[in-house]
């Protein structure tokens, strides 16, 4: 399933039709989600749908849908659910459907193991904006060498909109890395920096899909480039 024109139109979205969806959309969204390959071999990750009696959070949106991530302590854990999740956003997108990731939003039953997680249903406000809308920083701003699907990874949804990432190109790979703190007040309160460097290597695997070419993350190269201020390496698309 070709996700890439959604990109460049999708919107996050606040306001929601409470009316549930329908069990065989949830079904179908199910078995998208089980045919999607992650970033790392090694990544274990669920999930719930949950509804809005059944979650916690401070300014979360209400939406009759909730999907909760959970993960035991691994490699690169927000990263790898980021990456595959957002895959389901843009799925969702594709149907019609809207998201909204949440950085404070949890179940209401305690979960050690919990990540991250997102709002979905049917929007009831505008779902689509135009790219002129897109409020972001320019490729140069993010990124050093040249490469077609960074485009894409521009456009990925972040925290607090900032964007938390840096792609290095060099020699045809593309070098990965991200902060851990967005800095002042606001960002030391914010912890999903790689959940977000997460949906942005999604839009990099969608991209890469569209215009045919490999997308293999590994994390143990030795050649990466010296990571810019405040950045740290997490590995490297080949």
Same mark, same amino acid.
């Given at each position: 399933m070709?996700?890439?024109?959604?990109? *460049? @139109?999708?919107?996050?979205?606040?306001?929601?039709?409470?009316? $549930? %969806?329908?069990?065989?959309?949830?079904?179908?969204m199910e078995? *998208?989600?089980?045919? =999607?390959?992650?970033? %790392?071999?090694?990544?274990? =990750?669920?999930?719930?749908?949950? #509804? $809005?009696?059944e979650v916690k959070g401070l300014g979360i949106c209400k939406a009759?849908?909730?999907?909760?991530?959970? #993960?035991?302590e691994q @490699? %690169?854990? #927000?990263?790898?659910? #980021? *990456?595959?999740?957002?895959?389901?956003e843009l799925y969702l997108y594709a149907g019609g459907y809207a998201t909204r990731w949440l950085s404070g939003l949890k179940s209401k039953q305690s979960n050690p193991n919990h990540v991250a997680g997102f709002a979905f249903g049917r929007p009831n406000e505008p779902g689509t904006r135009s790219l002129e809308a897109f409020d972001r920083k320019s490729v140069g701003e993010i990124a050093s060498g040249s490469d077609a699907r960074l485009e894409a990874v521009r456009l990925a949804p972040s925290g607090m909109n900032g964007q938390p990432w840096y792609f290095a190109v060099q020699d045809g790979i593309v070098h990965v890395y991200y902060k851990r703190s967005l800095g002042g007040v606001l960002g030391m309160m914010y912890h999903m920096t790689d959940v977000d460097v997460g949906l942005a290597l999604c839009h990099m695997d969608v991209a890469s899909e569209h215009e045919g070419k490999p997308f293999r993350f590994v994390t143990d190269r030795k050649d990466a480039p010296p990571p810019p201020k405040d950045f740290t390496y997490i590995g490297t698309v080949e």
């Open positions: 070709d996700l890439y024109e959604n990109i *460049f @139109s999708r919107k996050s979205c606040r306001k929601y039709d409470m009316t $549930p %969806l329908d069990a065989q959309t949830l079904t179908e078995t *998208f989600i089980s045919g =999607l390959t992650p970033l %790392l071999p090694e990544s274990r =990750l669920t999930h719930e749908i949950l #509804g $809005p009696e009759p849908h909730y999907l909760i991530i959970s #993960g035991e @490699s %690169l854990r #927000g990263v790898c659910a #980021g *990456f595959l999740y957002q895959h389901v």
